[in-house]
């Protein structure tokens, strides 16, 4: 009686894996593990993933490896509160410190060292390299304004910018759209709720539109708050 119950609100969790640098092509053959009960694993050679779970708190992981050594990784912690279909798309980072998978050969044990060593080059480069992009880009944006600017208000949707289909790509056009018809002002976990996105997408967009100059996002405690710039007749939108 009891498992018929909880196969009865079970909930289905699934998503697409991604390498950090790549949201177009998924990272295949990638390791993924739920501490369900019993504790589920797969290996998901196309790149998607699925789960059965029943409510409750669970940690996903995931890890890829590249002839035998941890090359990408993430942990992240989901809430099922109820029964139905939940994307949950992983993002994953090269790891703070190696992993190697298989058994050790000692006549080869200098060749996997050099290996070893290479990658924590590789990845001190890329930590290095994201740190001084982020540390660009928040430089940019905190830049003053020039004398007389006026400051952004916020404003009713119908006197902002529309944007056309030819405009923009019509993914970006779409959320665009709807972050207008939320008053120009909604959070980005309920815009994630009204598209058909998973969450690295929705964050890629995102960034995507602030880059382009036609929202801004702020952060409020946990939540993300996204705002559409005010109308600037001076201002063209970028094509697509």
């Given at each position: 009686?009891?498992?018929?119950?909880?196969?009865?609100?079970?909930?289905?969790?699934?998503?697409?894996?991604?390498?950090?640098?790549?949201?177009?092509?998924?990272?295949?053959?990638?390791?993924?593990?739920?501490?369900?009960?019993?504790?589920?694993?797969?290996?998901?050679?196309?790149?998607?993933?699925?789960?059965?779970?029943?409510?409750?708190?669970?940690?996903?992981?995931?890890?890829?490896?590249?002839?035998?050594?941890?090359?990408?990784?993430?942990?992240?912690?989901?809430?099922?509160?109820?029964?139905?279909?939940?994307?949950?798309?992983?993002?994953?980072?090269?790891?703070?410190d190696f992993e190697y998978l298989g058994d050790i050969n000692l006549t080869s044990s200098l060749d996997k060292s050099d290996s070893n060593q290479r990658y924590y080059i590789i990845t001190i480069i890329l930590v290095f390299a994201a740190f001084f992009i982020l540390l660009w880009l928040r430089k940019k944006k905190n830049k003053p304004k020039e004398q007389g600017a006026e400051e952004a208000i916020e404003i009713p949707p119908e006197n902002m910018a529309k944007t056309e289909s030819t405009e923009l790509p019509e993914d970006l056009h779409e959320i665009y759209e709807l972050i207008l018809k939320k008053g120009g002002r909604v959070t980005q976990r309920d815009l994630r709720k009204e598209v058909k996105y998973g969450e690295a997408k929705v964050s890629l967009m995102i960034a995507d539109l602030e880059n382009r100059g036609l929202i801004k996002k702020i952060k409020k405690g946990r939540a993300n708050i996204i705002i559409a710039e005010p109308k600037n007749n001076e201002v063209q939108f970028p094509k697509s």
């Open positions: 009686m009891t498992s018929l119950i909880a196969c009865a609100q079970a909930a289905t969790v699934y998503g697409t894996i991604y390498e950090w640098s790549d949201f177009d092509n998924p990272l295949k053959n990638t390791w993924v593990e739920v501490n369900s009960t019993p504790a589920q694993k797969v290996l998901a050679t196309t790149g998607t993933y699925s789960f059965n779970l029943t409510p409750g708190s669970y940690l996903i992981k995931a890890r890829y490896y590249h002839n035998d050594i941890l090359e990408y990784t993430a942990d992240e912690e989901i809430q099922i509160d109820k029964e139905g279909n939940f994307t949950h798309d992983l993002l994953l980072f090269p790891p703070t």
